[in-house]
C-alpha cells in the first residue's frame, strides 16, 4: 500500500517534532541538577542615616532610609551552558508594627553570559539605585537585613528565582536634618 505525498510528510514533521520535544525536555529536566553551589556574598554597610522627607501624595512624612554599601560576590557557579543572564538585585527586609514583611529592592543588575569578565562583582561604595521610603516611622531604630537575590533566565525552561547572603544592620534612632 502506497502511503501518499501529504501523509508521508505529516509523519517526517510529527517524528521530527516528538524529537524535538523530547530533547527540550531533557534539557530542562539537566537543569535542575546544575544549582548545587550558591555563590558566597559579603555585604559591608556604612553610614546609615535617615531623614523625614515630605510625601506629596499624602500629608503624612515618609522615612527616607540612606546608607552606602559593598557587596562583593562570586556569581561563577550559576553559570553553564542554560544560562542566557542573570539579574540580581539587593532586597532590603524589616518589620513594622503594621506590617510583618517589608520588601524594597534598592539596587540591580543584569549581567549577560557574553560578559564573562561580570561574573563576579566587588563593587564598593554603591549608592542606592532606588529610594529607600517607608511610610510612617517604620524605619525609625529598626533592623535592616540584606539580602542577594537573583532571577537565573535559561535558554529553555523555567525562570527560578534564589537568595543567599543575608546580612542585617540597624538604623538610626534619630533623623538627620540637613
Not at 56 to 74: A, E, M, N, W
Not at 107 to 116: A, P, R, S, V
Not at 149 to 158: K, S
Request: proline fraction near 4%; charged fraction near 20%; glycine fraction near 4%.
Amino acid at each position: 500500500m502506497m502511503h501518499s505525498s501529504l501523509m508521508r510528510l505529516n509523519a517526517t514533521v510529527s517524528y521530527g517534532l516528538t524529537v524535538l520535544a523530547i530533547m527540550t525536555t531533557v534539557c530542562i529536566v539537566s537543569t535542575y541538577f546544575m544549582f548545587n553551589k550558591e555563590p558566597t556574598v559579603t555585604f559591608n554597610v556604612w553610614d546609615p542615616q535617615l531623614q523625614r522627607v515630605r510625601s506629596y501624595h499624602s500629608d503624612t512624612p515618609l522615612d527616607r532610609g540612606l546608607f552606602t554599601f559593598r557587596l562583593t560576590t562570586d556569581l561563577s557557579p550559576l553559570y553553564h551552558w542554560n544560562t542566557k543572564l542573570l539579574f540580581v538585585y539587593v532586597v532590603a527586609e524589616y518589620e513594622t508594627e503594621e506590617m510583618n514583611v517589608n520588601q524594597i529592592v534598592l539596587w540591580d543588575q543584569i549581567i549577560l553570559k557574553e560578559e564573562t569578565d561580570r561574573h563576579g562583582i566587588d563593587e564598593r561604595r554603591i549608592q542606592l539605585k532606588y529610594p529607600f521610603l517607608d511610610e510612617g516611622h517604620g524605619l525609625l531604630g529598626n533592623n535592616v537585613t540584606l539580602a542577594l537575590h537573583w532571577n537565573h533566565v535559561p535558554v529553555v525552561g523555567p525562570l527560578t528565582r534564589h537568595s543567599t547572603g543575608h546580612t542585617t544592620f540597624e538604623m538610626p534612632d534619630y533623623y538627620n536634618t540637613w
